[in-house]
């Protein structure tokens, strides 16, 4: 999508979606094969799709997913208003028991876009945070090797190429769907009128096929 900068907001659809998990489903299943996915709030729908697809490209095996709710940019009641967008806010977790499903296997963080990278720094980090707790519970002698099989990935639709604004630990794996510019990137599921936004969506592609002509 190049010129994409020209556009202010860039309108996805599900179709558009869909494929682009269908795409990297097969890789992701060579090289990280996952165990569980974690979807971040809406995350869960691409997690759903990507379940479907990594099903026919492993063994069948049937995925759980699990989902954790984080939000920085809407408002969240008994959060002060001058936090939004500067503080991930947890609103949703997976229990009690977080660390013990999470041990030795290998999880794959499902997001729809990577922004700043605040939200998946974080959920990253406390997830890791349950393992470490869990492991607690096991004897000092089996923990190396504990810690060594649990395995954090992350997934996202989109990647856009801007500065981030947290970091990832070294080494964690990562894959994205497309990588697109600094765009405001409008979800089907916030729409109320789907065929307007898929007109909407029509009308950015071609917009952006005219302003790459007139650039070469």
Not at 64 to 88: C, M, N, T
Not at 106 to 129: N, Q
Request: one cysteine or more; glycine letters at 4%.
């Amino acid at each position: 999508m190049s010129n994409e900068n020209q556009v202010k907001h860039w309108h996805v659809t599900y179709n558009n979606i869909h494929n682009l998990i269908r795409k990297n489903c097969p890789k992701i299943a060579v090289d990280f094969n996952p165990d569980l996915l974690v979807a971040i709030g809406i995350g869960f729908f691409p997690a759903r799709v990507m379940r479907t697809f990594l099903r026919e490209a492993t063994t069948k095996k049937t995925l759980q997913i699990q989902a954790i709710g984080l939000s920085l940019y809407e408002p969240v009641e008994g959060v002060a208003e001058e936090k939004i967008a500067e503080e991930v806010i947890r609103t949703q977790w997976l229990g009690a028991e977080a660390g013990k499903m999470l041990l030795g296997k290998r999880v794959l963080i499902v997001d729809e876009v990577d922004d700043t990278r605040k939200t998946l720094s974080y959920a990253l980090t406390e997830l890791k945070r349950d393992v470490e707790t869990e492991l607690l519970n096991h004897p000092e002698a089996d923990r190396d090797a504990l810690r060594a099989s649990t395995k954090f990935g992350i997934f996202v639709v989109h990647n856009k190429n801007k500065p981030k604004l947290a970091a990832l630990p070294e080494g964690t794996t990562y894959y994205s769907g497309e990588e697109v510019d600094d765009v405001w990137l409008d979800y089907p599921w916030e729409s109320t009128d789907i065929e307007e936004h898929d007109r909407l969506a029509a009308l950015d592609v071609e917009n952006a096929a005219s302003a790459t002509k007139k650039d070469v």
